[in-house]
């Protein structure tokens, strides 16, 4: 079985009832499951990673699934490069996912209602615009309108993209482990979880209490190295800003990691 059919076959969406983005769940892990903390418009270390990950899996047997925790723009040089890669085909016997991270909601919430004056473009939306070739400070100074951004954007971003960007789901859990971008709600169950929660929660999350009866594996909170505590793993280790990405290779219930590290992703 192909790692696409796996996920179509076995995964199933916790809170398909309740709306909004999917809450994916598989009653068997895949073999190996690398998960990547936040990307951020970083495309040169995200190939790295990849490259690294496809070499070490050619001598792995079983299902194979690359997953993203989320935040894949915003703030680094090249996020329309990231988003084509995630685009991109595998060799059989791997599969990619990427889960919704906060960036990724705040630039499909801009691409839906463009403002010259969103705080979304002081955080690093600026970046993720100029990689699609839309200056919004030279569209401000001839007197550029929201009409004249959202055809900006409308001419310049992808459909796929776009597409891409609304399909991301918030989470995927396994018998083990709960994977999400931010973090949970303590004492909460997955599929009532506040999905601003999912995407934004940070101190009421990394606290000694665990969160879950399973281990939470996230990004979102960045730390020089991966970030241990009770009951969760922290993977976001800044690459955006000179940090190293690292990714988290979970197999039968163990875990190791990775790092590969870039010299031309610069921090906002």
């Not at 909004?20 to 598989?26: E, F, M, N, T, V």
């Not at 793993?233 to 990691?257: E, M, N, S, Y």
Request: charged share 25%.
């Amino acid at each position: 079985m192909t790692m696409r059919s796996f996920l179509a076959d076995q995964a199933t969406n916790l809170a398909e009832e309740m709306g909004g983005r999917a809450r994916l769940s598989l009653p068997v892990a895949p073999d190996h499951i690398f998960a990547i903390g936040d990307v951020h418009g970083c495309l040169d270390v995200q190939q790295k990673m990849e490259a690294r990950i496809l070499e070490i899996g050619a001598d792995l047997k079983g299902a194979k699934l690359i997953l993203y925790l989320g935040d894949l723009v915003d703030r680094g040089m090249d996020s329309k490069g990231v988003l084509d890669h995630c685009l991109s085909e595998l060799p059989d016997g791997i599969e990619r996912l990427s889960l919704c991270g906060n960036h990724d909601q705040a630039f499909l919430d801009f691409i839906n209602q463009p403002d010259v004056d969103a705080h979304w473009l002081d955080w690093g939306g600026r970046e993720t615009l100029m990689s699609y070739g839309i200056d919004v400070e030279k569209l401000v100074a001839k007197g550029g309108s929201k009409a004249d951004l959202k055809a900006e954007l409308e001419a310049r971003i992808p459909p796929e993209h776009i597409a891409y960007l609304e399909a991301l789901p918030l989470s995927l859990t396994i018998p083990e482990a709960h994977f999400v971008h931010a973090g949970l709600r303590i004492g909460v169950p997955i599929e009532a979880q506040d999905e601003t929660d999912m995407l934004w929660i940070r101190d009421a999350f990394l606290v000694k209490e665990q969160a879950s009866d399973r281990l939470v594996i996230h990004g979102h909170s960045p730390a020089p190295m991966p970030r241990m505590g009770k009951g969760r793993i922290g993977i976001d280790t800044k690459a955006v800003g000179g940090g190293p990405l690292t990714c988290l290779h979970w197999h039968q219930g163990k875990h190791r990691f990775m790092t590969v590290v870039t010299d031309h992703c610069a921090l906002r």
